[in-house]
C-alpha cells in the first residue's frame, strides 16, 4: 500500500482557525461557557483522513497555537462485536450489515452521549474501536481503556476534530433512491457498470438509507 503523505494541514489549520475565531466571537469567548467548536471531515477510504486529522491535531496542540484539541473517528463509534453479529443475524438478506461499515453499524446513543457530554464541557471518555479483534471483525476496546478528555486538572476541549467516510452526508428521499437504484440495475444490465447499488436488493439500500436520516442528530 503507497505511503499517505499529508499534504492538506497546510491549507486547512488557517480555516480552522478562522471558523474557530467566528465561532468564539459568536458564542462567546468564555472558556467556561463556550462549546467547542466541531468539525466534520469526511472523504473516502485511502484518502487520508486519519493522517490528516492525526497532523491537525499534533500541530495545534503544539506552539503557537496550544489549542486543547481531541479528534473523534466515526470508527470508534461502531458496534460491538456481538452486537454487530447480532444486527447480521436480523437481517440476514442484507448483505451491507453484514459488517461493518454502512450507516446502521454505528451506536448512535453512544454517539450522542459523547457529543453532549463534549458540547457541555463535561469529563468524557472517548471511546476506541479495534479492529483486529476477532480475526479483523473488530470490537469496542474496553472503556477503561478510553482517553477522558475534560477531566479534573485538564483544560477544556476547544475543537473536536470528528471525520468519517459519511460523516454529514444525508439520506436521499425513498422516491429519489428507487430512481438511482433502478439506473443502476439498468446498467448493470447492460454490462455497463462498476458500482455496488445494483447488486443489492432495494430493500437492502432503504434499510441503510433510512438508517442514515438518524446520523443528522450528531451531525446538525
Known sequence: MPEI??????HCIPFLLERLKAHQERIGNDPARTPPFFLGLNGVQGAGKTVLVSTLQSTLRSPPYSLPVITLSLDDLYLTHEEQVNLAKS?????L??????????????????????RAGRATAI????KSAYAGQGDRVPESQWEIVNGEGQEKIKVVIFE????????????LLREKWDAAVLRKEKGDYDGRLGYVP???AKAVNDALKDYDLITE
Open 5 to 10: 503523505i499529508d499534504d492538506k494541514s497546510q
Open 91 to 95: 437481517h440476514p438478506a442484507n448483505p
Open 97 to 118: 450489515l453484514q459488517h461493518r461499515g454502512q450507516p446502521g453499524t454505528h451506536d448512535l446513543p453512544l454517539a450522542k452521549e459523547v457529543f453532549e457530554s463534549l
Open 127 to 130: 471511546p476506541q474501536y479495534d
Open 164 to 175: 468519517g467516510w459519511c460523516v454529514g452526508f444525508r439520506a436521499l428521499d425513498d422516491q
Open 202 to 204: 432495494f430493500e437492502a
